[in-house]
């Protein structure tokens, strides 16, 4: 059981670049979001998914798409990167609305 | 939009002090929760609040959910080197994992040994 898998755990990226930032989860979670954290911001929603095939916005979502073909994987698309998404990148998933159980994150930073 | 807030933002402890930190939101909230980020770490889950008025203790943390259902805290007793972390509350409005759950910018909480 590995719980909520993230990778990269690093990446660089030039401004203008696209990336797919990657979270799994088994443990057949229906409920997945992505949260970025800045300091002093606490964490802040990007997109959620409720199911598969269902998707919607968070608190920040310009910049970003999401699509949830399966439960196990939400990926996250960064379609041009800018250097205001420098950012550490949390996936989640829970069982319903229970706690959150978090990957280990994911640093990008943009230049 | 909903807010939660959280105060103090930093607070630094000798070790044996206790320390509590306060969580309020700007609307009523069906549950809380809290979790727990070790620094370079990822936020790991430490209970859910969902009654008016509940309280809830793990070994030396005491949580508590208000009457008003509006807003929390979280104490430690006589803290150790262990307890060094920030603290987020986060609340959720609804009862299903379709409303979306809101994080507080956390406390970060030092302790001197």
């Known amino acids: 059981n590995a719980g909520v898998t993230q990778t990269p755990k690093f990446q660089v990226l030039k401004t203008g670049q696209s990336m797919t930032l990657q979270c799994a989860q088994d443990?057949?979670?229906?409920?997945m979001s992505w949260y970025r954290q800045d300091p002093g911001m606490g964490l802040r929603l990007i997109h959620y998914?409720?199911?598969?095939?269902?998707?919607d916005q968070g608190e920040v979502p310009n910049g970003y798409n999401v699509s949830r073909s399966t439960t196990e994987d939400f990926p996250l698309r960064l379609l041009s990167a800018a250097p205001s998404q420098t950012s550490v990148y949390f996936c989640?998933?829970?069982?319903?609305?229970?706690?959150?159980?978090f990957g280990s994150g994911t640093r990008l930073t943009v230049v | 939009g909903q807010q939660v807030m959280q105060i103090p933002q930093y607070q630094h402890v000798q070790e044996g002090e206790d320390f509590t930190t306060y969580c309020n939101s700007s609307?009523?909230?069906?549950?809380i929760q809290w979790y727990k980020q070790r620094p370079g770490g990822h936020p790991v889950f430490l209970i859910q609040?969902?009654?008016?008025?509940e309280v809830k203790k793990q070994k030396r943390l005491t949580f508590q959910f208000g009457e008003a259902k509006k807003n929390s805290s979280l104490h430690i007793t006589a803290t150790q080197t262990t307890d060094v972390g920030t603290y987020f509350c986060a609340g959720r409005r609804g009862q299903t994992s379709y409303d979306k759950v809101i994080f507080g910018p956390g406390t970060s909480l030092s302790v001197i040994p």
């Open positions: 989640a998933s829970s069982y319903g609305p229970e706690g959150y159980t």
């Open positions: 609040l969902v009654k008016s008025g």
């Open positions: 998914s409720v199911g598969a095939g269902i998707t």
């Open positions: 609307t009523t909230l069906s549950n």
């Open positions: 443990m057949n979670h229906e409920y």
